[in-house]
Nanobody, 111 residues
């Protein structure tokens, strides 16, 4: 399964961005992770095939993960972005023991 993420870019503090990820095959759950320079990759949000979402870390309350019904597409709406949200954001998908990663999309929050 291949994952293609898009939507990253430069945004000012307090702004919003919407990331999207399209998978080439069926996945039971999809998630967004991020990795800031010098830090470990961390979970931002995940959503399963039933639409149940979970959030983690400092983005909780400032982001919303959604999945298009019937499509292997997931979005991450991020609001009130802070400079510390600057990172490469990776799309992740899981299915039957397989764990798949996209190449990532860079989000830079700076004035």
């Amino acid at each position: 399964v291949q994952l293609q993420a898009s939507g990253g870019g430069l945004v000012q503090p307090g702004g919003s961005l919407r990331l999207s990820c399209v998978a080439s095959g069926s996945l039971s759950s999809m998630a967004w992770y991020r990795q800031a320079p010098g830090k470990e990759r961390e979970l931002v949000a995940s959503i399963n095939m039933f639409g149940t979402s979970t959030y983690a870390g400092s983005m909780r309350g400032r982001c919303t993960i959604s999945r298009e019904s019937g499509k292997n597409t997931v979005h991450l709406q991020m609001n009130k972005l802070k400079p510390e949200d600057t990172a490469v954001y990776y799309c992740n998908g899981r299915f039957l023991g397989g764990n798949y990663w996209g190449k990532g999309t860079l989000v830079t929050v700076s004035s």
